[in-house]
């Protein structure tokens, strides 16, 4: 399990003790999806929220913000219930429109949440997420000597004892705070991003207010002009439960560390390297990345990497993020894909998603029922992902996903299948019949949506599918059981023989009524010369199916002796083509049965 993050400085040798990349590493034993998710989830399970440190000299320089702040709260209440008064959402609809001046009004506290919203699809529709957006331009800056002061608050060190140098102008500026260059004592170049001082304090003050007053204004009823409208209540709910991680920095430092020591453990793809003696909950501490986003190709060819090389490494990397690992980059823009050294390295895991084993299955049918035409299947996969409500009539879900395999029914293999685009689409035919989808699934279809931009703008030559198709193809051989099938197949032979054992009865039934006079039997013989065919064709498969499961089960009892020669394996080779003979025999005669039923 990845080491935790380090919660007192003295724990620092640890950290300087561990072997080089590449040296003294043993392979991570395999484990599944669910294992990887409890253990990323572990990491954050002991993080509780503790008061901020008020040093002196911060206190001295928050003084007017907290006098400020106390004196609003007074009257925060009467002031908050106003403003949503005064937005008319409760009769037309929460519109995204609405939402973005209703947090604007509320104050500087909502329009920082509504920038940190703004990111998260798998929460709000998209057309919030798009309006939300322009919450992020003109970000104000902190006071340098405010970020020195909460960084030696947080440490309870002076910035000279942690730092040789120190950029007091942030590299970025952000919603809940920004990021700074900095080189540690011993040589090390880093990068720390330190919180926004008292957010955190009134962002939760504020919540508890909200909850309180939005019963008040009642519940809003859907927007006429056909834009999306949400719940308040709801939305109030989703903004608290989401700032809440993205107010703890120790929960991305987890996020970083999961990756680096998990996903990203074979070292063809990397990212920083978390300091955990200066990462706390308002700070986080990381080397630094020298090197420029895969946006800016020419300065790539500059330094002397192949975009497509580049390209390669970030798909294949993303793509066993979600098929292996099941635990993903949720925002993979290419601001958050850097390169350095000719190495890619993946940045900012303050958003990431996971995808179950249950939703990769799900999935998987979905795929194999639209290649098949078989839309039960492929409702099975979409009732799997999502959670049906009394709107959903499956029956209509299954006329929409004929209408969808019409539109795939000349694909002929996954290479054919623009993955995304189906994704999404499913998402529209979930939405039309009321199944209500996790939010995980919805932040890996904008994931995919977004790693498919940075591929077409990097290296449009490199096929996006044709990557996730050979993964998929791995995938079900991996799921592949010869047991299980060669179960499933004796099963349907021990069915047929039973049919074929009642034969004899059925026929001495019906003679036998015959002759009491209790049947009769109008018989037009038109064709029977056909029909007499089929039916000697039908009794000679069944008897090569019965022969073929005669020799399948004596080759499974010459396995248990040790009749020579033997395979590399230690079984009897004789067994063995036995074994193959029967198992040949019954597929071949199935499959003549099945081709003459359609």
Same mark, same amino acid.
């Given at each position: 399990?990845?080491?935790?993050?380090?919660?007192?400085?003295?724990?620092?040798?640890?950290?300087?003790?561990?072997?080089?990349?590449?040296?003294?590493?043993?392979?991570?034993?395999?484990?599944?999806?669910?294992?990887?998710?409890?253990?990323?989830?572990?990491?954050?399970?002991?993080?509780?929220?503790?008061?901020?440190?008020?040093?002196?000299?911060?206190?001295?320089?928050?003084?007017?913000?907290?006098?400020?702040?106390?004196?609003?709260?007074?009257?925060?209440?009467?002031?908050?219930?106003?403003?949503?008064?005064?937005?008319?959402?409760?009769?037309?609809?929460?519109?995204?429109?609405?939402?973005?001046?209703?947090?604007?009004?509320?104050?500087?506290?909502?329009?920082?949440?509504?920038?940190?919203?703004?990111?998260?699809?798998?929460?709000?529709?998209?057309?919030?997420?798009?309006?939300?957006?322009?919450?992020?331009?003109? =970000?104000?800056?902190?006071?340098?000597?405010?970020?020195?002061?909460?960084?030696?608050?947080?440490?309870?060190?002076?910035?000279?004892?942690?730092?040789?140098?120190?950029?007091?102008?942030?590299?970025?500026?952000?919603?809940? &705070?920004? =990021?700074?260059?900095?080189?540690?004592?011993?040589?090390?170049?880093?990068?720390?991003?330190?919180?926004?001082?008292?957010?955190?304090?009134?962002?939760?003050?504020?919540?508890?207010?909200?909850?309180?007053?939005?019963?008040?204004? &009642?519940?809003?009823?859907?927007?006429?002009?056909?834009?999306?409208?949400?719940?308040? =209540?709801?939305?109030?709910?989703?903004?608290?439960?989401?700032?809440?991680?993205?107010?703890?920095?120790?929960?991305?430092?987890?996020?970083?560390?999961?990756?680096?020591?998990?996903?990203?453990?074979?070292?063809?793809?990397?990212?920083?390297?978390?300091?955990?003696?200066?990462?706390?909950?308002?700070?986080?501490?990381?080397?630094?990345?020298?090197?420029?986003?895969?946006?800016?190709?020419?300065?790539?060819?500059?330094?002397?990497?192949?975009?497509?090389?580049?390209?390669?490494?970030?798909?294949?990397?993303?793509?066993?993020?979600?098929?292996?690992?099941?635990?993903?980059?949720?925002?993979?823009?290419?601001?958050?894909?850097?390169?350095?050294?000719?190495?890619?390295?993946?940045?900012?895991?303050?958003?990431?998603?996971?995808?179950?084993?249950?939703?990769?299955?799900?999935?998987?049918?979905?795929?194999?029922?639209?290649?098949?035409?078989?839309?039960?299947?492929?409702?099975?996969?979409?009732?799997?992902?999502?959670?049906?409500?009394?709107?959903?009539?499956?029956?209509?879900?299954?006329?929409?996903?004929?209408?969808?395999?019409?539109?795939?029914?000349?694909?002929?293999?996954?290479?054919?299948?623009?993955?995304?685009?189906?994704?999404?689409?499913?998402?529209?035919?979930?939405?039309?019949?009321?199944?209500?989808?996790?939010?995980?699934?919805?932040?890996?279809?904008?994931?995919?949506?977004?790693?498919?931009?940075?591929?077409?703008?990097?290296?449009?030559?490199?096929?996006?599918?044709?990557?996730?198709?050979?993964?998929?193809?791995?995938?079900?051989?991996?799921?592949?059981?010869?047991?299980?099938?060669?179960?499933?197949? &004796?099963?349907?032979?021990?069915? =047929?023989?039973?049919?074929?054992?009642?034969?004899?009865?059925?026929?001495?039934?019906?003679?036998?009524?015959?002759?009491?006079?209790?049947?009769?039997?109008?018989?037009?013989?038109?064709?029977?010369?056909?029909?007499?065919?089929?039916?000697?064709?039908?009794?000679?498969?069944?008897?090569?199916?019965?022969?073929?499961?005669?020799?399948?089960?004596?080759?499974?009892?010459?396995?248990?002796?040790?009749?020579?020669?033997?395979?590399?394996?230690?079984?009897?080779?004789?067994?063995?083509?036995?074994?193959?003979?029967?198992?040949?025999?019954?597929?071949?005669?199935?499959?003549?049965?099945?081709?003459?039923?359609?």
């Amino acid at each position: 399990m990845a080491n935790k993050i380090l919660k007192n400085p003295s724990e620092t040798e640890k950290v300087v003790q561990t072997p080089p990349e590449g040296e003294g590493q043993q392979p991570s034993p395999v484990r599944s999806k669910d294992e990887l998710q409890r253990e990323l989830s572990a990491m954050k399970a002991d993080f509780t929220h503790t008061p901020m440190k008020m040093t002196p000299e911060l206190e001295k320089l928050l003084a007017s913000d907290i006098k400020a702040e106390g004196k609003k709260e007074k009257k925060r209440g009467a002031q908050m219930l106003g403003v949503l008064a005064n937005h008319n959402f409760y009769a037309n609809g929460l519109t995204p429109e609405e939402l973005r001046t209703t947090l604007e009004d509320l104050g500087p506290t909502y329009v920082k949440i509504g920038q940190i919203m703004s990111s998260r699809v798998d929460l709000l529709p998209e057309s919030f997420c798009r309006e939300l957006e322009k919450l992020r331009q003109n =970000v104000k800056e902190l006071d340098p000597a405010i970020v020195r002061a909460v960084i030696e608050a947080e440490t309870g060190k002076k910035i000279d004892e942690i730092y040789s140098e120190f950029r007091d102008k942030p590299i970025g500026s952000a919603s809940i &705070g920004q =990021v700074h260059y900095g080189v540690l004592r011993d040589g090390t170049r880093v990068v720390t991003k330190v919180q926004r001082p008292l957010i955190q304090e009134m962002m939760e003050k504020d919540f508890e207010l909200l909850k309180k007053l939005a019963p008040m204004v &009642g519940g809003v009823a859907p927007a006429e002009d056909g834009e999306d409208a949400m719940d308040l =209540v709801t939305i109030i709910n989703e903004f608290e439960k989401v700032t809440k991680e993205e107010l703890d920095f120790r929960i991305e430092a987890a996020n970083t560390k999961f990756f680096r020591d998990v996903v990203l453990e074979d070292g063809t793809v990397t990212c920083p390297r978390v300091i955990d003696e200066l990462t706390t909950e308002r700070i986080f501490t990381m080397t630094y990345v020298d090197g420029c986003s895969v946006s800016k190709k020419d300065r790539l060819a500059e330094n002397g990497t192949d975009p497509l090389t580049a390209g390669r490494d970030i798909l294949e990397s993303y793509v066993h993020q979600v098929f292996d690992v099941g635990i993903f980059h949720a925002d993979p823009h290419q601001g958050n894909i850097m390169v350095s050294g000719g190495k890619v390295h993946w940045i900012d895991f303050g958003m990431v998603g996971e995808i179950t084993e249950g939703d990769m299955n799900a999935l998987m049918d979905l795929v194999v029922g639209l290649l098949k035409g078989d839309t039960e299947e492929m409702a099975n996969g979409v009732m799997a992902i999502g959670t049906g409500s009394a709107g959903t009539d499956r029956n209509k879900l299954k006329e929409d996903l004929e209408a969808l395999y019409s539109k795939y029914m000349n694909v002929n293999s996954l290479n054919d299948i623009d993955f995304s685009g189906l994704l999404g689409e499913v998402c529209d035919l979930a939405d039309k019949h009321h199944i209500i989808l996790p939010g995980r699934y919805t932040m890996l279809v904008r994931s995919f949506l977004t790693i498919e931009g940075v591929m077409e703008q990097l290296c449009p030559e490199l096929n996006l599918f044709e990557v996730i198709s050979d993964k998929l193809m791995d995938r079900m051989k991996k799921s592949f059981s010869l047991e299980k099938e060669i179960l499933s197949l &004796g099963q349907g032979v021990l069915d =047929v023989g039973k049919k074929v054992s009642r034969i004899p009865q059925l026929i001495a039934d019906t003679l036998s009524d015959l002759m009491k006079g209790r049947m009769k039997i109008n018989l037009e013989l038109t064709g029977y010369q056909e029909l007499t065919k089929e039916l000697e064709n039908m009794i000679h498969d069944v008897i090569l199916v019965l022969v073929g499961c005669v020799l399948f089960s004596g080759g499974c009892r010459l396995c248990q002796t040790e009749i020579q020669p033997l395979t590399p394996n230690g079984m009897p080779l004789i067994a063995l083509i036995i074994l193959m003979a029967g198992l040949s025999l019954i597929i071949f005669a199935l499959k003549r049965i099945f081709r003459k039923k359609k």
